[in-house]
């Protein structure tokens, strides 16, 4: 049986354009990130809060605890949602965090709650929102200051996470 040249050729090429899909699928199935909520306090001189800075364009300073309330231990899903005049991330907690974000957001009413990420080669504050009324249903929704790349980035990265939580790996 012969084989043409160009059979040959295009055969190569189809293997390495999957060989390529499957690499960049698998890059993408490493990708972790952390997911941190600290409360917002006020400054007591302990040394268990401190100030952070929040934003890129319009930055603003909440102090807050340094130990967060909620982490990626906490969640079961996140996403990339539409929202008014752009995108959100909306996170679903688990049994948990749900518990802990509604103790929190009764408790801590009229506070702001930041929202922390180390996503890939960037960390930073995302957002703060303020909890203005108790949240029972477990679910965290804000709109971060990032690209909806980085956004996208940041949910893959939390969703890998809690894959590699809930087989025992972290």
């Excluded at 949602?81 to 103790?103: H, K, P, R, T, Y």
């Excluded at 980085?150 to 996470?161: C, D, Q, T």
Aim: overall charge positive; hydrophobic content about 40%.
């Amino acid at each position: 049986m012969k084989i043409g040249f160009w059979a040959f050729n295009t055969y190569l090429l189809l293997m390495a354009a999957l060989m390529l899909g499957c690499e960049t699928a698998n890059k993408r199935k490493k990708e972790l990130s952390t997911f941190r909520v600290h409360v917002e306090t006020n400054p007591d001189g302990t040394g268990r809060n401190e100030p952070i800075r929040i934003g890129r364009t319009e930055p603003f300073m909440v102090n807050v605890e340094k130990t967060p309330f909620i982490t990626e231990y906490h969640v079961e899903t996140a996403s990339v949602v539409d929202g008014l005049g752009g995108f959100q991330i909306m996170v679903q907690l688990n049994q948990q965090g749900a518990w802990l974000l509604e103790q929190y957001s009764m408790a801590s009413r009229g506070k702001q709650a930041a929202v922390f990420s180390n996503f890939g080669e960037a960390a930073r504050w995302l957002a703060a929102p303020k909890l203005a009324r108790k949240i029972s249903d477990g679910v965290l929704v804000f709109t971060p200051d990032a690209t909806r790349e980085e956004a996208e980035r940041i949910v893959r990265g939390v969703n890998n996470m809690v894959k590699q939580i809930k087989k025992g790996n972290r």
